[in-house]
């Protein structure tokens, strides 16, 4: 289903198109709906869309500028507690801190000086840090990401920090040109997670899928989607992934 006029469309009814997408997408390949969580990607968008929202029933959001999440997550603090608040921005070191004192996960560690200062700055009240490993998994030259062959030490490693909690692994693949591509490449995200889990990890997150390609990300064993125009609306500008 698509909102044709998305701003007249109330919040319920977007997020309700976007869970129906899902549910679709995964009966279709004999999944269960409950198998795959749903992110709204809120950036861009003002703390009062994120209270709609969640009042229409979404837990958790997530954000690529940390400044701009904080700001919001700061504005929401009266249900801070409802709330599971994801970074899926690029991380440099002087932002560890701001990461790990306010957000219940992070999506995008690709490097283990990162992961080692998030994890000696996560304050000792909070839960530790969720994590998932961004893994560049069709080896795009620009992009942030750890190589699949790298993956796994860095994974390894990651699992000795006591402070963080490896959950899995995320990717953004680029465009593809059609299905069986956007399949091919998500499977191999989904192959490396079941190639950890089959060592006994303790992991269950595998994060891609965006309003363009969540079918195939779902038919391909996506547990989480990122979603943010198909739900929000078109973004007035575009931060940098
Ligand atoms: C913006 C963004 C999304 C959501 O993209 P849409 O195409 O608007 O659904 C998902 N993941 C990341 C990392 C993003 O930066």
Redesign the pocket.
């Given at each position: 289903m698509t909102i044709k006029n998305a701003i007249d469309t109330p919040w319920s009814d977007r997020l309700k198109a976007v869970q129906q997408r899902i549910e679709l997408a995964a009966r279709a390949v004999g999944r269960s709906p409950d198998e795959i969580r749903l992110l709204a990607?809120s950036?861009t968008f003002p703390a009062d869309a994120v209270a709609q929202v969640h009042a229409a029933g979404q837990l958790a959001f997530?954000e690529?500028y940390i400044q701009e999440g904080i700001d919001k997550i700061a504005a929401l603090q009266s249900v801070r507690g409802e709330l599971e608040w994801h970074c899926?921005?690029p991380i440099q070191s002087n932002k560890t801190r701001w990461v790990a004192e306010h957000f219940d996960w992070v999506q995008t560690v690709d490097r283990l000086k990162i992961a080692q200062r998030l994890n000696d700055q996560r304050p000792a009240e909070m839960a530790p840090l969720n994590v998932l490993i961004q893994v560049n998994i069709d080896s795009g030259a620009t992009k942030s990401g750890v190589s699949p062959n790298e993956a796994e030490a860095l994974a390894q490693a990651l699992m000795r920090l006591p402070r963080l909690r490896l959950r899995g692994l995320m990717c953004?693949p680029d465009p593809q040109p059609d299905w069986q591509a956007q399949c091919a490449v998500f499977r191999q995200a989904r192959d490396l997670f079941d190639g950890w889990r089959a060592q006994g990890w303790a992991i269950d997150t595998v994060s891609m899928g965006?309003?363009?390609d969540l079918e195939a990300a779902v038919a391909s064993g996506a547990t989480m989607v990122?979603?943010?125009?198909?739900l929000f609306g078109q973004?007035s500008y575009s931060?940098a992934?």
């Open positions: 990607v950036k997530g690529n899926i921005g953004i965006m309003s363009a990122r979603i943010g125009s198909a973004r931060p992934v």
